[in-house]
């Protein structure tokens, strides 16, 4: 018997054997199965003593869709004294297309049923007139158009205006003539909304009306037109909008300008669609400027030329308004507009405007052409900018500048180098020589400095107060019985306080981020500083160091240029921090070296579960080479096998992953069902939290041993706890394509 059969027959023996809880989960499997043979079995369960397990089998055989399943379904509806599970009943209709089913929610939709037990609080007649309404604008009900007229006209309905008029829009026909009645006679709000929901409709009617609707007198109205029909994709109606770009109120000109671009891509008419923007260039509303900066920006170069939007864009970048400055500047970026050059480098030099706006303009200067010396400095300067973003922007433009042939990529070059070196080593200054006459504070050549401790605040502060006996810590060590207090509270303040951010701690982020840029360089220079980086007393340098190495070896066609590295790799992922470890392994996986195999095989003992995890995938890399013996891939296996186990979920998931990869490339027969076990045990630790996705990889490796493997245990398991993961990995394996989507409402 085929594997889905078996589960299908094991599941509905289940349906009867089991508890309230197994009922439900194999209910909720059975319908995502799909299996018509289930569909008896779900039947009988909308019978069921337990409420919850009505509303699943309601669920399954509305998922499933079988017109078989509509009379008790019907019955359930209208006797069942749950109102939850009638909701469900009703949901559950709404996935067919039977005239039985389209009479009924028309009665649901219309009116409460009388024999519905009430709640205080909450009505569950509501939840089921809305899956109704739902439902039958799904079904594009025209005797529904009625009904659902009354609701809208009802001040005593429930708020669902919304719903209402989407299916009204779908239903197209009498139930758009009710929306144009809206738009028409509505108030301002109810015009908006109405405009809004046209935007569902299929019909030429629709896109009519919205065309009339661009007229409305109110602003919010207009703008929902628009927004309608873009998103009904009306490309016939570009040049509609078109005019709306001279609209009175900017909420309309700023729709216009967007949803033209949106439509412009469509119909290819973005010649005369930037003609009509550049006008919104000056608009007198920065929302305005920038929604037409946006939408220019989606058009090509042969389309903007002609009306010189390039050229005006540019004098953006001078806009008061920062949003629109930045617009400009994401648009230089884009078209690459050298002649934005000098004002790109204006803003990026500002350490007073905007840092966002400074980072904007970094970005577009690193995307221009022929970059001259002056740009090259203008970047350089900016790897100091206070503003972190602006500092990694201004570094990945010099790394890529210094990729290339330019005559400036060997002074890119030297900045990021610099930059990442860090600067010399301070050299300490001289300990100022002090004696009895020496004041606190002072030295010999110069008036009184500012107090470098709290301590020495104190001290000062004392001695401003008996000038004449000036404070000297006696040569025993012992503090004066007078300030005795005072320096005790100084000494827990200093314990308790941050320090400031220094130069040092900024010089130290600037060459991480420098770090980072070096992987975009493949420049001997380059690799050069990143290994001597692995040497560097920082975690934080080693690591960004680290992962920089394997983010070029990824890339790159030629990884043994990078042997070199190897070595020192190897040493961090023994002796380094977590995350120093964490990034070598991936990086030694990427570098191909399979002398680093044994290292990483140690590493799946390593106490941070994450480096187990990089160690994995390094493993599973590394042996999955092809140059990798059978015997080596024999040990892998083996040793993930092993870490089927782990304590980290994370690990055993990686490790049936990895199993999953590895096992076609195994020479001599792999233990399959031994795996499959293992995978199958993995999945029940920390209560099946991990059943579902093991179960996608169950299906990969042997969905038929998989299966088996879980049928014999859920007669053996012993409470429907452990039977939820057992269930839950049938339902991955057995799947009916699409069956776990729900119908879009």
């Known amino acids: 018997m085929p594997a889905r059969e078996r589960a299908t027959t094991a599941l509905c023996r289940l349906l009867t054997t089991g508890d309230e809880a197994d009922r439900c989960h194999a209910l909720r499997a059975l319908g995502v199965m799909g299996d018509p043979a289930s569909i008896p079995a779900l039947r009988e369960r909308l019978y069921d003593a337990d409420p919850d397990v009505c509303i699943d089998a309601a669920e399954a055989l509305g998922r499933m869709g079988d017109p078989q399943a509509i009379p008790d379904l019907l019955e359930l509806l209208h006797h069942h004294p749950d109102g939850e599970v009638r909701s469900s009943v009703v949901e559950a209709l709404g996935n067919f297309s039977d005239p039985r089913v389209e009479g009924e929610l028309l009665i649901c939709a219309a009116r409460r049923p009388e024999n519905l037990v009430g709640d205080d609080e909450w009505d569950d007649w509501w939840d089921m007139q809305l899956h109704a309404v739902t439902a039958l604008g799904r079904m594009r009900s025209r005797k529904a158009v009625p009904v659902l007229r009354a609701i809208l006209e009802d001040e005593e309905s429930q708020g669902i205006e919304a719903e209402l008029l989407t299916a009204l829009a779908r239903i197209g026909g009498e139930g758009l003539d009710v929306l144009k009645e809206r738009l028409q006679r509505g108030e301002p709000a109810e015009r908006r909304r109405a405009a809004t929901a046209l935007g569902h409709a299929r019909e030429r009617e629709a896109r009519e009306l919205l065309g009339e609707a661009l007229l409305d007198r109110e602003a919010q109205v207009r703008s929902a037109a628009i927004h309608a029909l873009g998103a009904a994709g009306a490309s016939s109606y570009l040049k509609v909008i078109l005019i709306s770009l001279k609209d009175p109120d900017p909420e309309v000109r700023s729709a216009a300008a967007a949803v033209c671009g949106r439509l412009a891509e469509r119909c290819g008419d973005g010649g005369e669609l930037a003609s009509q923007l550049v006008t919104l260039l000056e608009d007198a509303d920065p929302v305005v400027r920038r929604s037409t900066i946006e939408t220019l920006e989606m058009l090509d170069g042969e389309q903007l030329a002609p009306c010189g939007a390039p050229a005006l864009i540019a004098q953006r970048l001078a806009d008061p308004d ?32 905007s840092g966002y706006l400074r980072q904007q303009a970094v970005r577009a200067l690193g995307t221009l052409q022929d970059m001259d010396g002056e740009i090259v400095e203008t970047l350089r300067q900016a790897i100091h900018d206070p503003e972190q973003p602006v500092r990694q922007e201004a570094l990945e433009a010099l790394a890529a500048l210094a990729g290339t042939g330019s005559p400036q990529a060997e002074d890119a070059l030297r900045a990021i180098l610099g930059a990442a070196r860090g600067p010399l080593p301070d050299t300490p200054a001289p300990h100022p020589i002090t004696g009895q006459n020496m004041e606190p504070g002072k030295n010999r050549s110069g008036p009184a400095q500012p107090a470098t401790s709290t301590l020495e605040a104190i001290g000062m502060a004392l001695e401003a107060e008996s000038p004449a006996e ?112 964490h990034a070598c392994a991936r990086a030694l996986a990427r570098l191909g070296n399979e002398a680093a195999l044994p290292r990483l095989l140690a590493a799946l003992a390593d106490p941070a579960s994450q480096v187990r995890i990089e160690a994995i995938a390094g493993l599973v890399d590394l042996a999955g080479n092809s140059a990798t013996g059978e015997a080596m891939i024999a040990e892998v296996i083996q040793r993930l096998q092993d870490r089927l186990s782990d304590t980290a979920g994370g690990v055993r998931l990686a490790a049936a992953r990895g199993l999953k990869s590895l096992l076609p490339l195994a020479g001599e027969e792999p233990p399959v069902r031994r795996i499959v076990e293992g995978v199958v045990a993995a999945a029940r630790i920390d209560h099946g939290s991990q059943a579902r996705p093991m179960g996608r990889i169950l299906k990969e490796i042997d969905r038929e041993a998989a299966v088996d493997t879980l049928l014999q245990q859920l007669d053996t398991l012993e409470t429907s706890g452990e039977r939820r993961f057992a269930i839950e990995l049938l339902e991955e394996l057995l799947a009916k394509e699409g069956a776990g989507e729900r119908r879009p409402a």
């Open 470 to 581: 000036p404070w000297q810590p006696s040569p025993e060590g012992a503090v004066p019985e007078e300030i005795r207090e005072h320096l005790e509270l100084a000494e827990r303040l200093e314990a308790l306080a941050s320090p400031p951010a220094t130069e040092r701690d900024l010089s130290t982020g600037t060459r991480i981020l420098a770090i980072r840029a070096l992987a975009n360089c493949d420049r001997e220079e380059a690799l050069a500083t990143l290994v001597d980086s692995l040497q560097d007393p920082s975690p934080e340098l080693r690591r960004e160091a680290t992962t920089s190495i394997g983010r070029i070896a990824a890339r790159s066609g030629d990884p043994s240029r990078l042997q070199h590295a190897t070595g020192p790799l190897l040493s961090q992922l023994e002796l380094g921090e977590e995350s120093v470890r």
């Open 322 to 353: 920062t949003g629109v400055a930045a617009a400009a500047c994401r648009f230089a970026a884009r078209h690459r507009l050298n002649r934005a050059r000098g004002d790109l480098s204006r803003i990026a030099a500002d350490d007073t405007g």
